[in-house]
């Protein structure tokens, strides 16, 4: 009974820290009070149960406001849409309508598909535009002002979307976000936090210090924001249907906030670059982890690919015997990743453009391989760790939302604006922000990106190129029949998390919400370091991989906000998992 007592206290204790501010390193945490499995599946909440439908994203609202659609007689396809309007509103650091993402979609008749509406590249963008005369990178230019910004795709992909596989027209899934923005909401206190984290930020540009901040202060949690100009886009999308924003009213606006910048040149980003953006339909991904299916997503996501690679190498271990958590399976955990990212920064980039080794990234056979560079009892340096050649074997702020309907349709979508408010640049008139997705390119090929990732040549920059991005929304089989679904935000960290909450499940029997709560580890490959979640791994464990001669840092509060839906065993009841990390949550009926 001590040992379980102290275990909740260890997750009281973890579930508060990656809920709370930022704050100084902490002691390390006794070994009395440090977590079992047991114990964890315990303590952690409840999944949220729904006979007929779910929807989990990070925001009560907008997951009312896709239970309301699914109420209302709406496919999962109708409701996601709902759900990706409404977040432009509720969660405008990541939520939006000026950045992209991508969806997959499994139908209950069993057809599965996925949409890419990632940003492109616009007319004027080229290999050396982010460089200066000697050949380097200019400081911020692919993250801040308006050379930042990539095409949007949000609206492209989701009006897509709803037109190929949904029930119900634009204006009945738009209405709910006009009338949230028009009217306004009360702030929620993830959104306070992520103002106040943002301040010094969004004051910088007018538009966006006028809007998202109230007499120059973040707004505080309860008082109610309302965003006049976010509702006249809508109602002009409803009006005129979403082309107003490629075609319409909307294009001019973002246009002529690109040529403000511009101050009389060419503007960056102009009506033709928009007129000409186009969502595309892909194949999904597949393979198969311990005899369950699994549907991803495909390049210009890495995360499908990385996250295949590193199921492939894992799936040899028993990674049951040795435990959640424990020093051997966090060991083979984290070789797996760094061969997978070594890989990423090398290969992976927009298949329209450049050969993408795809078949052999993804082969078992090239799994075999990689297997036999791994060492059970020492950890492999960076360094000495090279992508691999798979050809022989061919034959921050992000946010992600999981909704299931009554008859087994179910979405799974994962969109940005790529940094946190993305450039943080508001266009006049509209209301909404504009993305950073070019830095998502390799600004410099060969030096690492905002997050630290290394980025070689395949994903170089170019005109209608789509960035590489680690997104990975995932759909699992049991016996050919939705078992679950799931993504996170969170840059390069969502291919680990999302890796981690499938293992979670299928190796050690976890439900979706156990499987969410569960502390996440992360290797990158460069910088040659394991990141964890503060008490996330046992003393003895940090200090038996130590000895095998890992790198730790516990400097991340938190990673990930997965967002998932588990149908249950034998009653085909909607599980709905949301994380804790940023008060996600769940709503079903």
């Given at each position: 009974?001590?040992?379980?007592?102290?275990?909740?206290?260890?997750?009281?204790?973890?579930?508060?820290?990656?809920?709370?501010?930022?704050?100084?390193?902490?002691?390390?945490?006794?070994?009395?009070?440090?977590?079992?499995?047991?114990?964890?599946?315990?303590?952690?909440?409840p999944p949220v149960r729904g006979r007929y439908g779910m929807v989990s994203s990070v925001s009560e609202i907008a997951s009312q406001t896709g239970a309301e659609v699914l109420k209302r007689g709406g496919n999962a396809i109708d409701a996601a849409?709902?759900?990706?309007?409404?977040?432009?509103?509720?969660?405008?650091?990541?939520?939006?309508?000026?950045?992209?993402?991508?969806?997959?979609?499994?139908?209950?008749?069993?057809?599965?598909?996925?949409?890419?509406?990632?940003?492109?590249?616009?007319?004027?963008?080229?290999?050396?535009?982010?460089?200066?005369?000697?050949?380097?990178?200019?400081?911020?230019?692919?993250?801040?002002?308006?050379?930042?910004?990539?095409?949007?795709?949000?609206?492209?992909?989701?009006?897509?979307?709803?037109?190929?596989?949904?029930?119900?027209?634009?204006?009945?899934?738009?209405?709910?976000?006009?009338?949230?923005?028009?009217?306004?909401?009360?702030?929620?206190?993830?959104?306070?936090?992520?103002?106040?984290?943002?301040?010094?930020?969004?004051?910088?540009?007018?538009?966006?210090?006028?809007?998202?901040?109230?007499?120059?202060?973040?707004?505080?949690?309860?008082?109610?924001?309302?965003?006049?100009?976010?509702?006249?886009?809508?109602?002009?999308?409803?009006?005129?249907?979403?082309?107003?924003?490629?075609?319409?009213?909307?294009?001019?606006?973002?246009?002529?906030?690109?040529?403000?910048?511009?101050?009389?040149?060419?503007?960056?980003?102009?009506?033709?670059?928009?007129?000409?953006?186009?969502?595309?339909?892909?194949?999904?991904?597949?393979?198969?982890?311990?005899?369950?299916?699994?549907?991803?997503?495909?390049?210009?996501?890495?995360?499908?690919?990385?996250?295949?690679?590193?199921?492939?190498?894992?799936?040899?271990?028993?990674?049951?015997?040795?435990?959640?958590?424990?020093?051997?399976?966090?060991?083979?955990?984290?070789?797996?990743?760094?061969?997978?990212?070594?890989?990423?920064?090398?290969?992976?980039?927009?298949?329209?453009?450049?050969?993408?080794?795809?078949?052999?990234?993804?082969?078992?056979?090239?799994?075999?391989?990689?297997?036999?560079?791994?060492?059970?009892?020492?950890?492999?340096?960076?360094?000495?760790?090279?992508?691999?050649?798979?050809?022989?074997?061919?034959?921050?702020?992000?946010?992600?939302?999981?909704?299931?309907?009554?008859?087994?349709?179910?979405?799974?979508?994962?969109?940005?604006?790529?940094?946190?408010?993305?450039?943080?640049?508001?266009?006049?008139?509209?209301?909404?922000?504009?993305?950073?997705?070019?830095?998502?390119?390799?600004?410099?090929?060969?030096?690492?990106?905002?997050?630290?990732?290394?980025?070689?040549?395949?994903?170089?920059?170019?005109?209608?190129?789509?960035?590489?991005?680690?997104?990975?929304?995932?759909?699992?089989?049991?016996?050919?029949?939705?078992?679950?679904?799931?993504?996170?935000?969170?840059?390069?960290?969502?291919?680990?998390?999302?890796?981690?909450?499938?293992?979670?499940?299928?190796?050690?029997?976890?439900?979706?919400?156990?499987?969410?709560?569960?502390?996440?580890?992360?290797?990158?490959?460069?910088?040659?370091?394991?990141?964890?979640?503060?008490?996330g791994l046992a003393p003895d464990v940090i200090t038996r991989l130590l000895q095998m001669g890992h790198k730790l840092t516990d400097k991340p509060r938190h990673m990930g906000d997965a967002e998932g839906i588990m149908i249950e065993d034998k009653?085909?009841?909607?599980?709905?998992?949301?994380?804790?990390?940023?008060?996600?949550?769940?709503?079903?009926?």
């Open positions: 009974m001590r040992k379980l007592t102290s275990s909740f206290l260890s997750l009281s204790l973890f579930v508060a820290l990656i809920a709370a501010p930022s704050s100084p390193a902490f002691a390390p945490v006794p070994a009395a009070l440090m977590p079992t499995a047991r114990a964890y599946r315990a303590a952690s909440r849409v709902a759900v990706g309007l409404a977040l432009s509103v509720v969660w405008p650091s990541a939520g939006n309508l000026g950045g992209g993402g991508f969806m997959v979609i499994r139908l209950a008749n069993g057809k599965a598909t996925t949409i890419d509406y990632r940003e492109m590249g616009p007319a004027l963008a080229h290999r050396n535009v982010y460089l200066d005369k000697n050949g380097e990178y200019i400081n911020e230019s692919s993250t801040y002002g308006h050379m930042a910004s990539g095409v949007p795709g949000t609206v492209a992909g989701l009006s897509y979307a709803l037109e190929k596989y949904g029930t119900l027209k634009w204006a009945d899934v738009a209405e709910p976000s006009r009338k949230l923005a028009a009217d306004g909401f009360p702030v929620w206190h993830q959104l306070e936090r992520s103002l106040k984290g943002a301040e010094r930020q969004l004051s910088r540009y007018p538009e966006t210090k006028r809007i998202f901040l109230r007499d120059g202060k973040p707004y505080e949690a309860g008082e109610i924001f309302r965003q006049p100009e976010l509702a006249a886009t809508f109602e002009r999308m409803i009006k005129n249907g979403p082309k107003d924003f490629y075609t319409g009213k909307t294009a001019r606006l973002i246009e002529e906030s690109m040529r403000r910048a511009d101050k009389g040149g060419k503007p960056w980003m102009t009506m033709d670059d928009l007129a000409n953006y186009r969502p595309v339909e892909r194949e999904p991904l597949r393979t198969v982890y311990r005899g369950h299916e699994i549907i991803t997503m495909p390049p210009p996501s890495s995360g499908g690919v990385a996250m295949i690679e590193m199921l492939n190498i894992l799936e040899r271990y028993d990674l049951r015997s040795m435990g959640a958590g424990s020093s051997k399976s966090t060991h083979y955990l984290v070789e797996a990743m760094r061969r997978a990212f070594a890989d990423r920064a090398e290969y992976l980039g927009d298949p329209d453009f450049v050969k993408v080794p795809v078949a052999g990234l993804i082969s078992r056979k090239y799994a075999d391989h990689l297997a036999t560079t791994i060492n059970p009892d020492q950890a492999s340096t960076s360094e000495s760790v090279k992508h691999g050649n798979p050809v022989p074997y061919e034959s921050d702020e992000t946010t992600h939302f999981t909704v299931v309907d009554k008859d087994g349709n179910v979405v799974t979508n994962t969109y940005t604006l790529n940094d946190s408010y993305g450039n943080k640049i508001t266009v006049e008139g509209a209301g909404f922000l504009l993305n950073n997705e070019m830095d998502d390119f390799a600004p410099k090929p060969g030096s690492p990106n905002f997050y630290g990732l290394i980025q070689g040549e395949s994903n170089a920059v170019a005109a209608r190129k789509r960035p590489l991005s680690s997104m990975t929304p995932t759909i699992v089989l049991k016996d050919g029949n939705l078992w679950f679904a799931v993504g996170s935000p969170g840059g390069p960290t969502i291919i680990n998390t999302v890796t981690q909450v499938i293992i979670n499940i299928i190796d050690y029997g976890m439900d979706i919400q156990q499987a969410i709560d569960w502390p996440r580890v992360h290797h990158q490959w460069m910088p040659d370091e394991i990141r964890y979640e503060p008490f009653t085909t009841i909607r599980l709905g998992g949301s994380d804790p990390r940023l008060d996600g949550k769940s709503v079903g009926y």
